[in-house]
């Protein structure tokens, strides 16, 4: 299922995105790469281009989506679990304290996570993932989660494919959980989708089943750590949105080769939020005060997107 | 570096495969899963082959070519470790002491990797293992190990290929060793090499260095828990030559989609080597019985090759 968009009027590969200095950027550095006579040449099997999910690929505001998967699993699963009731972080969920609920700390989310999803097979658990997520409704947008994928991001890893990249996700969310609607909502393959997992445990009777044991957190240092046992090549092309990418911008740009990192700046409280320094979900701190000292492009929503959602309407 | 092979006259996409029920297994397999109106079509997404290496895909005989690689690494680094003079594992590789070299667990084969290997970067390490590869010569055929790769199974990683699989190395093997040749020699492009791996400890320059500490071993039950990680979905081809491709050969076969296990038999000792149930390399037992029970198709080398190494010379 490779996804196909079909490019706007002319030849603009990236209709949805404002001319201006950072399309302008995405452009040249491509150009620049894929150039047989440019100093700058990458060989097409070196092209590697590695997205962050949440908050570069699809919003990630009030919550993190598969925070809010958890929770409605946790609500689904409490009839067999009175205990709750009385005992956090499932006691906020339970009485959908939405203040609590915002300031858990990424070790209990995690927690949870490992309690809800484990003990299923793969297929078993994306199976539920895809479910969930073709019912569940954005409370702002009141849209399936899958439609508010930003466009220009879409346009964009189709605009890197059809020059010989291979895209990658590269998530601090769970790796089967971004596999759930990878393929039809960005054209990324499961394969290629690198994140946060589980332990596996194989059976002798050919199972293999999900323990709630983490094998690998895939952020800051952990997605350079990532990529390279799963991709084995150091990214050329690196999007992300937090300082959660920070790393795996500082291996592109420590390598031999010509680079791009890209970073996505939400502060379009209009059409979308606002949010940087002391944001809960997506803090983007250091990363940002590097991306201006080095001169890496950064894209303001408000400026350089002409609309912001797959699904159209905004 | 997509590897095309030119197939033989005609239209046969297996020309170094003799008629038979191995090759008629593998032709009808593919028919069945790409037919559409096929009650056993699989459609495209879900077309995942893993091979494994040694013994699969390339010769594996006397030694495991990364346990070659190993001991000249050791000799190499001799003259700076003069402890190894007395200490085993080591001393065996010193004195080429060949029958102790034969009768080396796992376990001590495993630490001299720990030892030789890390401490490098990724493509540090490659680069190493490709200027080897380019010198060593087999002790037999007196040819490049790259060389010695199995023409007839590079026409069937072709043939696959041509009718939507992706196909994937599961190997025991470290990884970054496999990926050092994998793109070039068999057309696999390193994100599609699953191995056994070393942790990797991203610093805050940016360098990602490969620790003296084992992160998975990929063999037996390992197989299936780093494609369940790494590809995200449960192959529907599979190809190994040893006990320790029976774990996913068992996965692929609980699955619901149809599969085809097949088995590589080394029993050509004129043109190759003879070696299974008793075999310190690739020893086979429990799988060529479980494929015999149960009608997974068993290559005979001698019978089913033409031809078996990609050199053209045997
Ligand atoms: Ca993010
Ligand atoms: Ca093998």
């Known amino acids: ?44 099997e070196e092209r590697i281009a590695t997205f962050d999910n ?34 956090q972080p499932y006691k906020a969920v339970l009485e959908n304290d939405t203040a609590a609920l915002a300031s858990l700390s990424e070790e209990q989310i995690a927690d949870m996570v490992l309690t809800v999803h484990a003990g299923t097979e793969q297929e078993e658990f994306i199976g539920a993932a895809r479910e969930w997520l073709a019912e569940a409704r954005h409370p702002r947008y009141n849209t ?60 002798a009777d050919g199972r293999l089943t999900r323990l709630a044991k ?14 390279a046992l799963h991709i084995g090549r150091r990214p050329i092309f690196v999007a992300g949105n937090s300082d959660g990418d920070l790393a795996m911008m500082r291996y592109a740009a420590t390598g031999s080769r010509p680079y791009l990192n890209l970073l996505v700046h939400h502060e379009d409280a209009r059409r979308e939020y606002a949010y940087d320094r ?30 912001i959602f797959d699904d159209g309407t905004i």
């Open 144 to 203: 399936s989660y899958t439609r508010l994928v930003y466009r220009p991001m879409l346009e964009l890893m189709d605009y890197l494919r059809s020059n010989g990249f291979r895209v990658f996700i590269v998530s601090g969310g769970g790796v089967d959980f971004v596999r759930a609607f990878s393929e039809e909502t960005y054209g990324v393959p499961r394969e290629n989708v690198v994140g946060s997992s589980l332990e596996y445990e194989y059976g």
């Open 214 to 227: 983490l094998s690998k957190y895939d952020d800051a240092g952990g997605k350079p750590e990532s990529i």
């Open 1 to 44: 299922g490779e996804r196909v968009i079909t490019a706007g009027v002319g030849c603009d590969p990236l209709p949805s995105w404002n001319d201006g200095p950072t399309k302008q950027a995405i452009m040249d550095f491509v150009a620049r790469v894929t150039a047989e006579d440019s100093p700058d040449f990458v060989p097409v």
């Open 54 to 87: 949440d908050g570069t690929l699809w919003v990630e505001q009030p919550l993190y989506v598969q925070g809010i998967f958890v929770f409605d699993q946790v609500r689904a699963l409490a009839p067999e679990h009175p205990e709750w009731q009385e005992r």
């Open 278 to 307: 002391e944001s809960h979900v997506g803090r983007l701190r250091e990363a940002l005060d590097e991306a201006r000292a080095l001169g890496w492009p950064v894209i303001s929503m408000s400026q350089d997107w002409k609309r």
